[in-house]
């Protein structure tokens, strides 16, 4: 199994370019299952989850064209083979879910496996289902698949999300662009993801308004056309890179940030006492930290426009070197911080109490031995192992290349000292 050999204490300089959002493009492919014509995107990254999700769409018969090692990615759903997304295919990736109500609202049938619990936390499907179910589709949960079906087709409806969702919103969002009549969403997700798919459902003929906001209306139309579409570029990959140069000090200028969405983490990261320049305009975002020492900053994780879940791994690392005591609350997750014993073995002072993690900065962590334990606490700990002294190995890094793209040359690049180590080595 690959790692990761940093060697850290070595400041960041330099620029890198910000990838195609993972969140955002998983979605785009499978509003390719809505229509018979081809559904081109740039700016696709090349990620582990999305080839994996690619291998689901051609076990579903669409054609697939997407050479390696390139951004760009044509998707032809013109017939489908099957409508039937098996067990090996959904189980290793939870976005792979969001394939069923394209395929019900086109179909008017289609049978999904149940996604597999997940190390963050018990991650259910019910508000999906609810959703679907609430449009017309009659669900039987059987055997860990759902069998959905609505013969005369998906009918509009007015759902009110208990609380919120990014994969409901988007789910029902997909589905509601086939269905008669229009469907209203409420207490909706507001993630910039959900507004970048609404863009290219409404390239493709959907009409769909108010995504990005706490209410999305969506009028059914006949059919749907082809479309060509820009992945938006990664907030969260930005804000990573962002606090790995924060953590180890220099000067990155961050190129291709879709920077209005960074705001609660601009906001954490000048609490912290690290200098931010963000050019909206530009999309640019430079972060610069000489010698001094990071402040604690207390953060909840919350839905869009709140601090993301996502990063808060990755603002763990930081405080861990901050003066002061800091508190992170996870209230999305029940079980995402996996990574607090990890950055213990590199001498951070963490102790976790429930949804609260409660860090003692210290001035100087040291490598050790981490573990990979899921895609953002991966890369906690490379942000860590930039910051420390000595050499860190992360072991376990299939986590990091399911979500961040050309990771090691891009931070190899800005001055990083990290090699990827083949299995034999380690
Ligand atoms: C969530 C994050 C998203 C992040 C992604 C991957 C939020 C609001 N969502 O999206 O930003 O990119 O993880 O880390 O921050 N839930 C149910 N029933 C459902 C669906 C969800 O109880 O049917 C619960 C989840 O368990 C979770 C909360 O609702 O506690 C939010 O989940 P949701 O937004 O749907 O998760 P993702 O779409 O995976």
């Excluded at 291709?256 to 990261?269: I, M, T």
């Excluded at 911080?337 to 962590?365: K, T, W, Y």
């Amino acid at each position: 199994m690959d790692k990761l050999r940093i060697t850290g204490g070595t400041e960041l300089h330099g620029s890198l370019d910000i990838s195609g959002a993972k969140n955002s493009a998983l979605k785009l492919m499978a509003a390719s299952l809505l229509t018979a014509h081809p559904v081109t995107l740039t700016n696709m990254p090349n990620l582990a989850d999305t080839r994996f999700l690619s291998q689901l769409l051609s076990v579903l018969g669409v054609e697939v064209y997407w050479p390696n090692g390139t951004n760009e990615c044509r998707l032809n759903a013109e017939t489908l083979s099957s409508t039937i997304a098996p067990y090996d295919q959904v189980r290793k990736m939870r976005a792979s879910f969001n394939v069923l109500g394209p395929m019900l609202a086109r179909y008017g049938h289609a049978t999904v496996s149940l996604p597999g619990g997940c190390a963050i936390g018990a991650r259910p499907v019910d508000l999906h289902l609810k959703a679907l179910s609430a449009m017309g589709a009659d669900l039987l949960v059987e055997g860990g698949y759902v069998k959905a079906a609505a013969i005369h087709g998906l009918k509009s409806a007015r759902i009110v999300f208990p609380f919120v969702s990014v994969g409901a919103t988007e789910h029902a969002m997909l589905a509601a662009t086939l269905a008669k009549g229009t469907t209203i969403l409420e207490n909706a997700a507001q993630e910039p993801e959900i507004a970048d798919l609404a863009t290219c459902l409404n390239k493709m003929g959907a009409d769909v308004s108010g995504a990005g906001t706490s209410t999305v209306t969506i009028n059914g139309v006949e059919s749907l056309s082809g479309a060509q579409h820009a992945v938006m570029p990664d907030r969260i990959e930005a804000g990573t890179f962002a606090m790995a140069a924060a953590a180890a000090g220099g000067d990155v200028t961050l190129q291709g940030v879709p920077v209005a969405s960074l705001l609660a983490l601009n906001d954490a990261l000048l609490e912290a006492g690290v200098e931010v320049d963000a050019d909206i305009e530009a999309s640019t975002l430079r972060i610069r930290r000489g010698q001094t020492p990071l402040r604690a900053v207390n953060i909840n994780t919350q839905p869009y426009p709140g601090f993301p879940t996502d990063l808060q791994a990755q603002f763990m690392a930081l405080m861990a070197l901050a003066k002061g005591t800091s508190i992170i609350r996870e209230t999305i997750f029940e079980n995402r911080f996996m990574h607090a014993p990890e950055l213990s073995r590199l001498g951070a002072d963490i102790a976790v109490r429930g949804q609260e993690a409660v860090i003692n900065g210290v001035s100087q962590l040291y490598g050790a031995e981490v573990m990979a334990t899921d895609l953002r606490a991966s890369v906690s700990l490379v942000i860590a192992g930039l910051a420390a002294s000595g050499v860190t190995d992360v072991n376990r890094i299939y986590h990091l290349d399911r979500g961040f793209e050309r990771l090691e040359e891009k931070l190899t690049a800005c001055g990083a000292n990290i090699v990827r180590l083949d299995g034999a080595e380690g």
